[in-house]
């Protein structure tokens, strides 16, 4: 099974043997990395993993959580993480920039289905950044994702984590240097978008009330497998999100 893992990576250029190496073995060093659910991500095909966002160093647990499953991540990201030579190795390393908060983030959007019809593994985090919420549960989620997972085929699968934020507390803006911090992963089941999908083929515009709608069912799948780590009920009112945002036409936002 473990030969076969590495085979289904297929073929890794060399700017994302630069992202391994760093990311591997400082994600290793940081964070006691525990998954459960991460079966359940495929071999092989499309796959949309909607996960939400505790810290700036969640996507290094996140990376590795997708390369221990056997694929390769390709991440949106804040278009401020692409500058100089970092940026250029992670743009040739499959990573997607997002200009948030502007229109032009409709093309990271069409950059990502591209990438999830080309069979690719694409993680996104719907909040658009580190979530406000003083609890750290997830904030109010911008739309996105939802428009990955009605304008493609893609596997969609709700991944909770809780843990990073112990490293680094974004809220204080601290750094808590701590080697092998528990960061704990749930990969739920994959949601099932059968019926929403059939109504957007058969001409239902992906209008704004149907991507809140599809946010919605996401998120809360989300929120459900935060609360099964945590222990606690998720509370029934969510954080507003940041309010400085530009929408498209269809009311889409990354």
Excluded at 119 to 141: C, F, H, K, L
Excluded at 148 to 159: G, N, R
Excluded at 163 to 184: E, N, S
Aim: with cysteine; glycine share 6%.
């Amino acid at each position: 099974m473990a030969v076969e893992r590495w085979r289904s990576r297929g073929h890794i250029p060399f700017p994302l043997w630069l992202c391994i190496v760093v990311v591997y073995p400082v994600a290793s060093l940081l964070f006691r990395l525990r998954y459960r659910g991460a079966e359940r991500i495929p071999a092989t095909g499309p796959v949309l993993l909607v996960a939400n966002h505790v810290s700036v160093l969640d996507p290094l647990a996140c990376a590795r959580l997708v390369f221990d499953a056997g694929r390769i991540p390709h991440f949106l990201a804040k278009e401020a993480v692409f500058k100089g030579l970092a940026g250029t190795i992670l743009r040739a390393a499959g990573q997607i920039p997002v200009a948030r908060f502007s229109t032009a983030a409709r093309g990271a959007l069409a950059a990502a289905e591209a990438d999830l019809r080309a069979g690719n593994v694409i993680v996104v985090y719907p909040e658009g950044s580190v979530t406000r919420d003083p609890d750290w549960w997830p904030m109010q989620a911008r739309t996105g994702a939802a428009h990955l997972a009605l304008t493609t085929d893609a596997l969609v699968l709700p991944v909770a984590q809780w843990g990073p934020q112990r490293v680094h507390d974004y809220h204080t803006k601290k750094l808590h240097l701590r080697f092998r911090t528990p960061a704990d992963y749930v990969v739920g089941e994959p949601v099932d978008l059968t019926a929403l999908r059939a109504e957007v083929r058969a001409g239902r515009p992906i209008d704004a009330p149907l991507l809140r709608e599809t946010t919605e069912l996401l998120m809360s799948r989300v929120r459900s497998q935060l609360a099964e780590l945590r222990g606690e009920p998720a509370p029934l009112v969510v954080h507003p999100a940041p309010r400085r945002e530009t929408r498209g036409a269809d009311g889409s936002a990354a």
